[in-house]
């Protein structure tokens, strides 16, 4: 399914996996998030790369980015 047709959807469900991988003697976290509602996946090993994803589906009109939380938030 193309991801504008998806894009009008209100609904989107994400799976994120996180693991730690060994590196020069310390942890470095890694993962791979998936959108349920198309099975499609990816890999990251930065927050930059995870959210990158996650907006493809998830857009909010201009100059409300900065302003919106979540519900529960401060």
Known sequence: ????????STLSTFVVRLWCEPEDGRGRWCGQVQRLQSGEHTTFSDEASLLSFIRRW????????????????A
Do not use: I, K, N
């Open 58 to 73: 998830v857009q909010m009109p201009e100059g409300e980015e900065q302003s919106a939380s979540f519900e529960g938030e």
């Open 1 to 8: 399914m193309p991801v504008d047709r998806e894009r009008r």
